[in-house]
């Protein structure tokens, strides 16, 4: 008996192999669907069970029926976007944060300040205010490495909680490398990562 996701992302069965063969002769589930053999926790695709290995060969076209899980896009073509997103929105981030340390190195305060405080006081102001910012652009730069790193992590299906991370970090405003950009991306990422089918991939090959 086995178990499989379908194309709309739900978990079928259990079914016997006989239903799985009759299914691909049906062209409602082809070598990229998912499968987990009972008794078993691991998801692999079809091709990659030997009793399956003669249906690859030649299968012949049948109409879809709605009413059964339809073949669709595997989770590595589904993480693809949302995960270059995220890399876009991460190397925005670090440029405007290394440009903002720059800025900040040279002793420029975070905004203007008022002549009437007095010198002694602005200066002081002034040398806080540029520390604050130097943190701050260490901090964007290290959460921009963060977001990079799990949209790598996601883009090769190594890890949903480096994925799950890369994605939060990236919607969260004022922490976000690229807040208008990164809102909207980190919410795809979630709902790309939240498909069953993709988030038994990231974890199967944790």
Not at 69 to 90: D, F
Request: hydrophobic letters at 50%.
């Amino acid at each position: 008996m086995y178990k499989i996701i379908g194309g709309d992302g739900r978990e079928y069965g259990p079914v016997s192999a006989d239903q799985i063969r009759q299914w691909v002769r049906e062209n409602r589930a082809n070598a990229d669907t998912r499968a987990c053999a009972e008794g078993t926790t691991e998801w692999r695709p079809l091709r990659d069970f030997p009793e399956f290995a003669d249906l690859w060969v030649s299968v012949p076209p049948i109409a879809v029926s709605a009413t059964v899980p339809t073949a669709s896009r595997g989770p590595e073509q589904k993480v693809m976007g949302p995960a270059i997103g995220l890399l876009v929105t991460a190397g925005l981030g670090a440029v405007t944060n290394f440009f903002a340390l720059i800025w900040y190195l040279m002793g420029q305060p975070l905004g203007e300040l008022q002549a009437e405080l007095g010198d002694e006081v602005v200066e002081k102001l002034v040398q806080f205010s540029s520390m604050l910012g130097v943190f701050g652009s260490l901090l964007g730069l290290a959460i921009s490495a963060v977001v990079a790193y799990g949209a790598v992590q996601m883009l090769k299906l190594r890890s949903y909680g480096w994925s799950m991370a890369a994605s939060i970090l990236a919607l969260i405003p004022c922490t976000s490398p690229c807040c208008l950009l990164g809102l909207p991306i980190g919410i795809w990422a979630l709902v790309v990562l939240s498909q069953p089918e993709v988030k038994a991939a990231l974890t199967r090959t944790a």
